[in-house]
């Protein structure tokens, strides 16, 4: 199935481990906060669904997308989360703005990932208009932060 027909709040309940032990950093970008607090929604519904402590979820909030991976290496470095989750929305307009960005947040996670010690979730929308933004954030094809809050808690099993 292309992760066009996908909706992103399906998973097996069984494979999703107990989160009743996790801190988790919510790094959210306030451009298109309309879709960034609806993903952020089903972040918080979701980790407190599997244990994870109101307490233990901290936000953070920053500017925009690009600045996102300043905001996830200043959350890892504190040493305290088991996983953190970027969120995000960059909609494609009509200059290379949307290329530029894009690239330099996913790398900048990736590089953050490689180098760090609490796993970052790649929470961040790239669509081409802001209705599929819509769709994606609680609409048809489900809200990526479900998504983003399971891969969380996966991996901070994993590196725990």
Same mark, same amino acid.
């Given at each position: 199935?292309?992760?066009?027909?996908?909706?992103?709040?399906?998973?097996?309940?069984?494979?999703?481990?107990?989160?009743?032990?996790?801190?988790?950093?919510?790094?959210?970008?306030?451009?298109?906060?309309?879709?960034?607090?609806?993903?952020?929604?089903?972040?918080?519904?979701?980790?407190?669904?599997?244990?994870?402590?109101?307490?233990?979820?901290?936000?953070?909030?920053?500017?925009?997308?690009?600045?996102?991976?300043?905001?996830?290496?200043?959350?890892?470095?504190?040493?305290?989360?088991?996983?953190?989750?970027?969120?995000? @929305? %960059?909609?494609?307009?009509?200059?290379? &703005?949307?290329?530029?960005?894009? !690239?330099?947040? #996913?790398? /900048?996670? +990736?590089?953050?990932?490689?180098?760090?010690?609490?796993?970052?979730?790649? @929470? %961040?929308?790239?669509?081409?208009?802001? &209705?599929?933004?819509?769709?994606? !954030?609680?609409? #048809?094809? /489900?809200? +990526?932060?479900?998504?983003?809050?399971?891969?969380?808690?996966?991996?901070?099993?994993?590196?725990?």
């Amino acid at each position: 199935m292309s992760s066009s027909e996908k909706n992103l709040s399906n998973y097996n309940i069984d494979s999703v481990p107990s989160g009743k032990s996790y801190k988790i950093a919510i790094i959210i970008s306030e451009w298109n906060f309309e879709i960034t607090y609806r993903l952020y929604k089903g972040i918080i519904k979701t980790l407190t669904k599997f244990g994870v402590k109101k307490e233990n979820i901290h936000k953070i909030e920053v500017p925009g997308s690009f600045e996102l991976i300043f905001g996830c290496k200043i959350a890892q470095n504190k040493n305290i989360y088991n996983a953190i989750i970027a969120v995000g @929305c %960059v909609v494609k307009g009509e200059t290379m &703005h949307f290329d530029f960005i894009c !690239s330099s947040v #996913s790398n /900048g996670i +990736k590089d953050l990932n490689l180098n760090g010690k609490s796993p970052i979730i790649f @929470c %961040v929308l790239t669509d081409n208009n802001i &209705h599929q933004s819509m769709e994606r !954030s609680g609409g #048809s094809r /489900g809200n +990526k932060g479900v998504e983003a809050a399971i891969a969380a808690l996966k991996m901070a099993k994993l590196n725990s």
